[in-house]
């Protein structure tokens, strides 16, 4: 994605079940190498994270 991912839309880069298919990869962009799991961010179930990570996006949209 070029110009970045907007918020709110899954990254083009994911599979159908939320795997990166660009991980270890050398074309995954350095950006997505610096998301590292953190309770804050991924909370305690898939569902948490998804909302954790649009809150996140919203309060960081310019």
Not at 32 to 45: K, M, Y
């Amino acid at each position: 994605m070029p110009r970045g991912k907007p918020a709110g839309m899954p990254c083009v880069q994911l599979d159908d079940e939320y795997r990166c298919r660009l991980f270890g990869k050398p074309e995954r962009p350095a950006f997505c190498a610096t998301l590292q799991p953190a309770p804050d961010l991924c909370g305690r179930s898939r569902e948490e994270a998804f909302g954790l990570i649009e809150l996140l996006e919203r309060q960081t949209q310019p």
